[in-house]
């Protein structure tokens, strides 16, 4: 890491004159009386650096929304002139709530008022201003302001847990889980922070051996729970762990883990035997996103760290925040998130909440240290020291403009929480293996979705005993209801969401068309390929995943953006095929941010089997698989249709967590 540092000598003779310009202003300069700190020096304002949700986040839930600032120092009560207010644009009526600080005094928590609920599709504008240091009593320079908008409709699909550590296997137990290491869980969706403690994540074993304690966190940033054993695990024996239903997501569904079969509520169950310790050793940042010294960093990047970890675990996601990732320019930077990514645990971003400032120099920090990053090894292994490193942002031109490998160019707005829809024409299911883990929905009338049922009371869609899938969410068409038992359903309110929802996906599919046109490295054929992030284009019109895997690379950034552009058709995999083609994901690389434009349909597995990754959205509908295949075909992602129906045989869809 010498690299990082190189140049700090030489910005010291600045430092001590930057220092010297403070002390005199310290000393009431100009007739004014500053507040001072320790030594005379004027007191920084504190900052926001922090805030959740992100910045312009949608799907947010409309009960118990998790809304927070955090600060970079502790801050006194918010009263009088410090405010921390929701508010909407009329006819919106802005709610009432209360704001808490927790424990440190550097989150403040804003929550509604009792048995109140944010509108859904709205958009609300967070606010903290007035607020002051604890220490100094300087109060923030300027508000703070983000946006968000909410969900649909209260939030009834129940949380998963998506990845452990050590891995789930079935059958079990996992072998090779060093006896000194945390175990971590992640879930699907953000979960109630109080509801994750030694009660509801437990470790046993099977007497005469007693399983250690441990201590409980829980990562809001990265939905993730990390269990740290009170001493080590027994190498050679066998270890439960649980996560009980007791665990909760805001809107208090319970955990739908693998132990019971949907609608049903279950514990997440896993098994595995304890190994040698993990080789002790100081984790370090081996890599960073902008580099050290670059300049012409776009306004719209991210900062990330990778991090080489000896003792080969994973880093701990409780141990990267605001406080351990800083990025300072004039004044610190806000961020919109700060999280570790899901597929490594070993490379940490920082989003910024606004675009950087062209020709300003920012300075980025990862802590280390007693309180600073750390690994998953119990006890854990610290970076010895702080890494430091500088780049110069560049103007929106050239690359950075549009910012056309960002997400935020096509949101999917009411549609993110979709695991499909039918456009105008409906939703088929054959089989009973089918599982939607999120919403679904068409703007034809509910008989035109078959062979589907929600958790709602009667609200079956045209089932048989052969032809039967659950939908972990909630299901919206036109009238009539599906059945007389379910009234809830298939009336006036369901179809305007459903309206919204497919104009939200033709805004999305038509921000996708207006990308700048890429590159068809394989002629048409995305088979064996490994891609970097960015735009690619059939020069053919179509694209094909036939006889062997494409790989997508996000090269160590969890943010990287792949979209497929195609006039007419996608096709994965097929019926004369040996073997169901897949997508897989490495680098960093995550389903959230892979997106198929479809010009007319997709035809993914149709042989099933096999994993398909990411949106696709269709002028013409999509087919799963083909009726009396009987392998699953997974679709970590989503199957939106502008027109044609969505049809699903034996399909698991996992809804990408935002």
């Known amino acids: 890491m010498k690299s990082i540092y190189q140049g700090q000598l030489r910005l010291l003779p600045l430092c001590i ?27 920084l304002a504190p900052t926001v650096t922090l805030f959740t949700p ?70 609300y504008t967070a606010t903290v201003s007035g607020a002051k240091s604890l220490a100094t009593g300087v109060a923030l320079a300027t508000p703070t302001t983000w946006n968000f908008t909410t969900g649909l409709a209260a939030d009834s699909t129940r949380p998963r847990v998506t990845r452990t550590n050590p891995a789930t296997t079935n059958p079990g137990p996992t072998t090779g889980f060093a006896n000194n290491a945390s175990l971590s869980a992640t879930f699907t969706e953000a ?86 310790a993990a080789p002790a050793g100081n984790p370090v940042v081996s890599g960073t996103s902008p580099s050290a010294n670059a300049i012409g960093v776009c306004p719209s990047a991210t900062i990330s760290a990778n991090f080489t970890v000896p003792s080969g675990l994973e880093m701990d996601p409780s141990s990267i925040d605001a406080a351990t990732f800083t990025v300072t320019g004039p004044a610190a930077v806000t961020a919109s998130s700060i999280t570790l990514d ?62 056309a490998i960002n997400p935020q160019v096509f949101p999917l707005g009411a549609a993110v929480t979709f695991g499909s829809f039918g456009g105008s024409a409906g939703i088929t299911n054959q089989g009973i293996l089918t599982l939607i883990n999120g919403d679904i929905g068409t703007t034809a009338v509910s008989t035109s979705v078959t062979g589907l049922h929600d958790a709602g009371p009667g609200c079956v869609y045209t089932e048989t005993g052969s032809n039967s899938g659950f939908v972990n969410g909630n299901i919206y068409t036109a009238a009539p209801p599906p059945t007389a038992a379910c009234p809830s359903e298939g009336n006036a309110a369901t179809f305007t969401i459903a309206t919204k929802v497919r104009a939200d996906t033709l805004a999305a599919y038509n921000a996708l068309v207006a990308l700048p046109s890429g590159s068809d490295p394989g002629a048409g054929s995305l088979a064996n390929l490994v891609l970097a992030p960015g735009v690619y284009t059939s020069a053919s019109g179509s694209f094909k995943i036939e006889g062997g895997d494409l790989t997508l690379d996000a090269k160590g950034d969890p943010n990287a953006v792949f979209v497929f552009q195609m006039a007419t058709s996608l096709t994965v995999g097929g019926p004369g095929a040996a073997f169901p083609q897949s997508i897989i994901l490495v680098g960093g690389a995550q389903a959230k941010n892979v997106f198929w434009q479809v010009g007319s349909a997709a035809t993914i597995n149709a042989a099933g089997g096999g994993t398909m990754v990411g949106t696709i959205i269709t002028q013409a509908g999509a087919a799963f698989s083909t009726a009396g295949n009987v392998a699953i075909v997974t679709l970590n992602g989503r199957a939106l249709s502008l027109g044609a129906s969505v049809t699903l045989v034996n399909t698991v869809i996992n809804v990408p967590a935002p």
Not at 355 to 375: E, M, Q, S, W
Request: glycine share 10%; hydrophobic share 45%; proline share 6%.
């Open 342 to 403: 899901d597929a490594t645990g070993k490379t940490a971003t920082f989003t910024p909440a606004n675009p950087l400032t062209a020709g300003v120099t920012y300075t980025a920090t990862i802590k280390g240290g007693i309180n600073g990053v750390r690994d998953l090894a119990a006890p854990a292994n610290t970076m010895a020291s702080d890494t430091v490193w500088r780049f110069t942002a560049g103007p929106a031109t050239g690359i950075c403009q549009p910012a």
């Open 17 to 43: 004159a930057l220092l010297a310009s403070a002390l005199a202003a310290g000393c009431g300069g100009g007739g004014k009386d500053p507040i001072l700190g320790a030594g005379g020096v004027a007191a």
């Open 191 to 276: 979960m109630k922070a109080s509801t994750i403690n030694a009660s509801s994540f437990t470790l046993s074993c099977t007497s005469p051996c007693v399983a250690p304690a441990g201590n409980v966190t829980y990562s809001a940033a990265n939905r993730t729970a990390v269990f740290a054993p009170n001493a080590a695990l027994v190498t050679g024996t066998t270890y439960t762990a649980t996560i009980t239903t007791a665990a909760t997501d805001l809107a208090g569904n319970a955990l739908a883990g693998n132990q019971a079969t949907l609608p049903a509520a279950g514990n997440h169950v896993w098994t595995f035997t304890a190994a040698a």
């Open 54 to 123: 992100s910045n312009n986040a949608t799907g947010v839930s409309i009960s118990n929304p998790a809304i927070s600032a955090t600060f970079s120092e502790a801050m006194a009560a918010l009263a009088g002139t410090a405010n921390f207010t929701v508010t909407c644009a009329a006819p919106c009526v802005s709610p009432t709530g209360t704001t808490t600080l927790d424990s440190t005094g550097k989150v403040a928590t804003y929550s509604l008022a009792a048995n109140t609920a944010l509108s859904p599709l709205t958009t």
